[in-house]
C-alpha cells in the first residue's frame, strides 16, 4: 500500500511539473478548449453548425465569427486530446522565443488568413467555369489543427533542421515533412478537413516568406501593451513570457535542452539554431532587450531560416568541465576584467591558454551580444574566458549555468 502511494504521488508531482512548464498562451488554449469541449460533451451539443467554419454561411449570413470559433471546438475526445498534445510542445516552444502577447497575435492573423485562404479557395471550386464543385462551400470544419499546421511549417522553417522524425518510426526531409503529415492524415481519417489542413501549411509558408511582415508591429507595441494597466494582472502571471525575453518569476524554463530527443510530430531541439533569439530570465532591462530585438534582422517572421551564430565550432568538453573551468576564472575576478579583458585566474593553465590564443579576448560587441540574450556582463565575460573566446561554447555555459 505505501508503495502505491508513493507511485502516486511521483505521478503528481511529474504531471504538476509538466504543466508548470507549460507558458502562459499555450496552458491557456489548452484549458479553453478542453473547457468548450467539456460543456459541449455535457449539454449534448454535437452538430456544430453554429459555429463550425462554413464558407456558405460565411458569404451568404457574412458570419466572420465562425473563423475563429471554429478553432476551438472539437467533434471528439481524440480530436481535442491529440491537437492539444500536439499543441502543447511546438506552442511552448514559439511562445518561448516570441513571448506570449508576440504569439497571440501571430495566432490571431494565422486564423484569419486560413480562414480568407479557406473562403477563397471553396470560392475558386465552386464557382470555376470547367467543374464547379459545390460541396466545398458546405463543408462544416472545426479544431486547431488548422492553425497547427501553420505552427509546424513555422516551427521548421526557425529550427533550420535538415530532417524530421515522423512519429519516431523514421526522418524524412524537413521540406517535405508537413506535406507527408498532410496527406498520411487524409488517407488514415477520412473526415478530416483536407482544405483546412491546407490552408493552415499555406498561411505557415507566407509567414515564413514574409508575406505578414506589413502586419507585424514592432518589439515597442507588445512591450507597450504588457505595461498597459488592463493587461497588468496577466502580465503577472507566473507563466507569462514577455516579448523581451523576461519572466515576471523567472520559474519557467526558456530554452530547450540540447539532449531533448524528437517527438513524433516535431523537432523539441530548436536550440541550435535560436540560441541568440531565445529569450532568457536574465536581468537585463527591458529597453535593452528591446533595442536588441529591433535591431535584430533573423527575428521570426522575416522570412528567412534562422541559421543563428556560426555552427562549425564543435563543443569538445562535457557540461561538468565547463561548469568546473567557469568557476576556476570567476573565484579570481576582481573590479579591474571589467573592461572587456577576460578575468585573470589563479590557475596557471588559463592565463597561459588565453595568452596563446588571441580569440579568447572577446570584443565589446561579442560581449554585447549575450548581455543582450539576458545575461549579466560579468557572467558573460568569465564564460566567454572559459570557453577561449567561443560565444557558442559561452552561451552553452550560461545557459547551463542559469538552468
Not at 99 to 126: D, E, K, M
Not at 262 to 270: E, I, K, T, V
Not at 336 to 355: D, F, Y
Request: aromatic share 10%; glycine share 8%.
Amino acid at each position: 500500500m505505501r508503495s502505491n502511494v508513493t507511485s502516486e504521488a511521483g505521478l503528481q508531482t511529474r504531471l504538476n511539473q509538466w504543466w508548470e512548464g507549460i507558458p502562459f498562451l499555450t496552458s491557456a488554449i489548452v484549458i479553453v478548449c478542453g473547457i468548450i469541449y467539456l460543456v459541449c460533451l455535457f449539454v449534448g451539443y454535437d452538430s456544430f453548425v453554429e459555429v463550425c467554419f462554413l464558407p456558405s454561411a460565411v458569404v451568404s449570413h457574412f458570419q466572420v465569427y465562425r473563423i475563429y470559433t471554429a478553432v476551438v471546438f472539437h467533434g471528439s475526445l481524440l480530436h481535442v486530446l491529440f491537437n492539444m498534445l500536439a499543441l502543447v510542445p511546438m506552442g511552448s516552444e514559439l511562445e518561448r522565443i516570441m513571448g506570449s502577447i508576440r504569439l497571440s497575435y501571430i495566432l490571431t492573423i494565422l486564423a484569419t488568413s486560413n480562414g480568407i485562404l479557406h473562403l477563397l479557395i471553396a470560392l475558386l471550386v465552386s464557382h470555376n467555369p470547367f467543374n464547379a464543385d459545390l460541396s466545398l462551400m458546405d463543408q462544416c470544419s472545426i479544431g486547431f489543427s488548422g492553425i497547427l499546421f501553420s505552427m509546424i511549417v513555422i516551427e521548421t522553417s526557425l529550427s533550420g533542421v535538415q530532417s524530421r522524425s515522423f512519429f519516431g518510426l523514421f526522418n524524412v526531409p524537413a521540406k517535405w515533412y508537413v506535406w507527408i503529415l498532410l496527406v498520411v492524415f487524409q488517407l488514415a481519417m477520412t473526415n478530416v478537413s483536407l482544405l483546412g489542413h491546407l490552408c493552415g501549411i499555406l498561411s505557415g509558408y507566407a509567414y515564413t516568406f514574409g508575406l505578414f511582415n506589413k502586419l507585424l508591429p514592432g518589439t515597442s507595441f507588445y512591450s507597450s501593451m504588457e505595461s498597459s494597466s488592463w493587461l497588468s494582472t496577466i502580465v503577472r502571471r507566473p507563466k507569462f513570457i514577455m516579448c523581451t525575453g523576461t519572466t515576471p518569476t523567472a520559474n519557467i524554463p526558456t530554452y530547450t535542452s540540447q539532449s531533448t530527443t524528437s517527438s513524433g510530430l516535431f523537432s523539441g531541439n530548436m536550440w541550435r539554431n535560436l540560441s541568440s533569439l531565445m529569450p532568457q530570465r536574465g536581468s537585463s532591462s527591458p529597453a535593452q532587450m528591446q533595442t536588441a530585438q529591433d535591431n535584430d534582422g533573423r527575428f521570426p517572421g522575416r522570412g528567412r531560416t534562422l541559421g543563428g551564430t556560426n555552427q562549425t565550432a564543435s563543443i569538445t568538453n562535457s557540461d561538468s568541465t565547463l561548469q568546473t573551468r567557469l568557476l576556476d576564472d570567476d573565484r579570481s575576478l576582481d573590479p579591474e576584467t571589467l573592461g572587456g579583458r577576460p578575468p585573470v585566474s589563479n590557475n596557471a593553465a588559463v592565463p597561459s591558454r588565453n595568452q596563446n590564443n588571441p580569440s579568447a579576448v572577446a570584443s565589446e560587441d561579442d560581449i554585447q551580444k549575450l548581455v543582450a540574450m539576458g545575461f549579466e556582463k560579468t557572467q558573460v565575460e568569465v564564460a566567454i574566458a572559459a570557453a577561449d573566446g567561443d560565444l557558442n561554447v559561452a552561451a552553452e555555459i550560461l545557459m547551463t549555468q542559469q538552468s
